[in-house]
Nanobody, 120 residues
Framework: QVQLVESGGGLVQAGESLRLSCATS????????MGWYRQAPGKQRELVAR???????NYADSVKGRFTISRDNAKNTVYLQMNSLKPEDTAVYYC??????????????WGQGTQVTVSS
């Protein structure tokens, strides 16, 4: 009943940029926070960036100054602009949405993941 569709991953060289998008659709009453997480091979999933409904943001220290999260509330879409990419940014990136559904339940949903690979 709620779907998250991610796009924008790929293979780039170090120093280049990518932009990820994640659109949330379905039986939604309202969306609270939206965010991006990543998981590298052999590592735990970690928060990359998060943005609240009011536009407040927080970032992992490792991406501050290089990544920018934004959202388009009219489209229920969150973006992650990734600049100056490094090989250590290589991971599967997952979109997360915390929302209130049409039954007024608070729920967390995850996207399917998109691979980002940065070559040196």
């Amino acid at each position: 009943q709620v779907q998250l569709v991610e796009s924008g991953g790929g293979l780039v060289q170090a120093g280049e940029s990518l932009r990820l998008s994640c659109a949330t659709s379905g039986r939604i009453f309202s969306i609270n926070a939206m965010g991006w997480y990543r998981q590298a091979p052999g590592k735990q999933r970690e928060l990359v960036a998060r943005i609240t409904s009011g536009g407040s943001t927080n970032y992992a220290d490792s991406v501050k100054g290089r990544f920018t999260i934004s959202r388009d509330n009219a489209k229920n879409t969150v973006y992650l602009q990734m600049n100056s990419l490094k090989p250590e940014d290589t991971a599967v990136y997952y979109c997360n949405t915390n929302l209130v559904d049409n039954l007024l339940r608070v729920r967390d949903y995850w996207g399917q993941g998109t691979q980002v690979t940065v070559s040196s």
